[in-house]
Structure formats: structure tokens, C-alpha cells
């Protein structure tokens, strides 16, 4: 008898909490959950060969609308947001380019990487410095070298072959390299150059132009 | 960039009849994604295209986020080029789609009672 009554005592006392605590829970994924979008449009706007703001501006009120809309229940809401913010970081290069926007020196660094490599997998290091020197016609002052090794060959401006050979041992590699712009930084920038979980930072890139952060991952044999 | 050089497919011409339905209101995203059914990835490339060549033009909406409750959307409408280039495409792309004479009297003959 006396279980049966502390069992309902028990019920009328936690029912309640439990309640409200679920509650707190879905509203925290909820708001978790509309997060995704909003990072993928981050993402969007970072493929941008300028800096442009006015793009970012219509593009998050866009979203709102996804998010906020009248029909927007929690499911459809992330999938549409999604979908929409997955769409324009796909084609956002492409709209810079139909913009007009005058590609800024490390604006497309995936493409470059691309038009200067002639042969062999990208290298790092010096490699890398000269590459930007190439590419862009930055200085880039190196503070370390990659222990890999491969050998790249890349066509400067004016046609010539440059081939670049790092020591050590390279087989395939995945590399990420996120170029991060400071504001107010003109000389401070940074670079930082992943390869397989390792992260170099390469500080004092002196650049000739605003840039937004970019990054590539290049799938390279050796 | 000359509006010349705008080449109207079939996703652009759909694109410039909702502004030409509509031309005294000004469009924008969201609602052009709803009316076309166009993806974010068809639908901006497409505006920047016509944006850049002129023919659209771009403006922010003239509220107060604080007071509206949510941000300032980019609202876009003809130009009065794009209007005119717009129906001078339209007008191209059914001539172009229109059925040849040979084709209409098929339709003509093969046709059923009303």
C-alpha cells in the first residue's frame, strides 16, 4: 500500500520535471539544428572571390525566411535551409565571377592550384612558397617545411617549368590548406597547412589585395 | 558586361516571364525560388547573370530589422533595358519553340472534333 502511494506521490512530483526537461531538450536542438544551415551558408559566403557583403546580407535574410517561415516546421525547415545554403556554397564562385568581381590574389586558390600544377602531386614547404609567389605574386616567409617529400612541377607566368623536390617520403596525401585572412592584418596573416592530422602554421603572407579564407582538399598520389 | 551577352535558356526565359508577369513588384529570392521552383543553385547564378548585364536591378528593402523582425531582404526588378531585352527574348524564344507551318497542319489534320 505504502509503495503504491510513494509511486504515486513519485509520478505527481517528477512527471512535471521530466516534462520540462524534454522541452528544454528539443528547443536546445532546435536551435542546434538551425545552426547547421547557417554554418553551411558561412561556408557559402566564404567561396566568394571578393568580399561581399551585400551577397551575405541578402543571402542570411533568405534563410530566415527558411527558418522563420510560415510553413516552417522543424524538419522541413533544416532541409530547406540546407538545401538552399548547400546550393549557392556550390555555385557561389560562379556568382562572384558573373558579378564581375575582379578575383583577389588568393581568392581561388583550388582553381590556381589547379592551372599552375603541371605534373606530380602538390608539393609543400619552399615548394609551397613558391607556388604562392607564382600564383599570386605573393611573398610568403615559411615558418617550417613539410617532412614529406614529392616532386611538382608548376608553369610559371611567363611559361617556364619550375620543378620543385622536398625530402622525406610522400605517398598519397590529403591536404587542406586554409587560408585565414585577419582583419586589420596587412603582413599578418596565416596559413595553415594540414596533412595528415598535422597542422604547420606559416605566418607573414604580404598580400596585394583583400581575400576571404579558402580552402581546398587535394587528393594527390604519388 | 552587354546585355548581349545574356544567353536566355530556357531557365532564364522562365525566369525573366515571372518578372515580366510581375513587373511592377520587385522580387526576391525566396519568392522567386517559390513561383519558378528553382533551386538556390539555379536561381542565383542566374540573377547575378542578368544583375551584371544589367538588366536587373538590385536594391535593399527599406526596413528596420529592429521593427520588422527580421533582416532587410535584397528585393530585385527590371530595368528598363532588361524589360525591353526581356520581352525582345521571350518574343525569340516562342518563335524559336513556335511549331513550323508543316507542323501546324499536321496538328491541324491529325486534330479531333472539338
Known amino acids: ?222 | 558586361m552587354d546585355g548581349s551577352e545574356v544567353r536566355v535558356t530556357l531557365a532564364v526565359a522562365q525566369l525573366l516571364r515571372v518578372f515580366l508577369d510581375r513587373i511592377r513588384e520587385p522580387q526576391y529570392g525566396y519568392e522567386l525560388m517559390k513561383v519558378t521552383g528553382f533551386p538556390s543553385g539555379k536561381l542565383y547564378p542566374i540573377l547575378a547573370r542578368l544583375q551584371a548585364a544589367g538588366w536587373l536591378e538590385r536594391q535593399s528593402e527599406a526596413v528596420d530589422p529592429a521593427v520588422a523582425g527580421r533582416p532587410a531582404r535584397y528585393h530585385y526588378r527590371l530595368s528598363e533595358k532588361g524589360a525591353a531585352a526581356a520581352r525582345h527574348a521571350l518574343a525569340a524564344v516562342y518563335q524559336d519553340l513556335a511549331p513550323t507551318s508543316t507542323q501546324r497542319r499536321t496538328l491541324r489534320t491529325a486534330g479531333g472534333a472539338a
Open chain 1, 1 to 222: 500500500m505504502m509503495q503504491w502511494i510513494f509511486g504515486i506521490i513519485g509520478a505527481v512530483v517528477c512527471g512535471p520535471i521530466i516534462l520540462a526537461l524534454g522541452d528544454l531538450a528539443s528547443e536546445e536542438i532546435r536551435g542546434r539544428l538551425d545552426a547547421i544551415p547557417r554554418a553551411l551558408l558561412k561556408i557559402a559566403i566564404r567561396r566568394l572571390p571578393h568580399l561581399r557583403d551585400d551577397l551575405e546580407a541578402e543571402w542570411q535574410a533568405e534563410l530566415v525566411e527558411f527558418l522563420h517561415g510560415a510553413e516552417a516546421l522543424p524538419i522541413t525547415r533544416l532541409w530547406r535551409g540546407l538545401k538552399f545554403a548547400a546550393g549557392l556554397a556550390r555555385v557561389a564562385p560562379r556568382i562572384g565571377r558573373a558579378l564581375g568581381d575582379a578575383p583577389a590574389p588568393l581568392a581561388n586558390l583550388a582553381d590556381a592550384m589547379e592551372q599552375v600544377r603541371v605534373s606530380g602531386p602538390p608539393a609543400h614547404g619552399d615548394d609551397f612558397v613558391r607556388f604562392f609567389k607564382l600564383a599570386y605574386g605573393v611573398e610568403l616567409v615559411p615558418a617550417g617545411s613539410m617532412p614529406n617529400s614529392c616532386q611538382t612541377t608548376y608553369r610559371g607566368p611567363t611559361g617556364e617549368l619550375i620543378t620543385s623536390t622536398l625530402q622525406g617520403a610522400c605517398g598519397t596525401c590529403l591536404w587542406d590548406v586554409t587560408v585565414e585572412h585577419r582583419p586589420g592584418g596587412i603582413v599578418q596573416d596565416v596559413i595553415r597547412c594540414r596533412m595528415r592530422n598535422e597542422t604547420r602554421e606559416v605566418t607573414g603572407l604580404r598580400m596585394a589585395g583583400g581575400y576571404r579564407a579558402e580552402s581546398i582538399a587535394v587528393a594527390a598520389q604519388s
